[in-house]
């Protein structure tokens, strides 16, 4: 999760000077990571 953060903050600065692809490719992997967990307590 740290280095989800980490990856967060150079893309929030990244896309700054160059675009928010990177951002928003972050984004949709926190969200997939989310999912993840929440699928993962269920118990498939």
């Known amino acids: 999760v740290v280095i ?3 990856l967060w903050l150079l893309g929030w600065l990244v896309g700054h000077i160059g ?3 990177i951002h ?3 984004v949709i992997a ?3 990571l989310v ?3 929440i699928v993962g307590r ?3």
Do not use: A, E, F
């Open 4 to 6: 989800l953060v980490i």
């Open 19 to 21: 675009g928010g692809l």
């Open 24 to 26: 928003i490719l972050l």
């Open 30 to 32: 926190v969200i997939v």
């Open 35 to 37: 999912y993840n967990l």
């Open 42 to 44: 269920r118990g498939v």
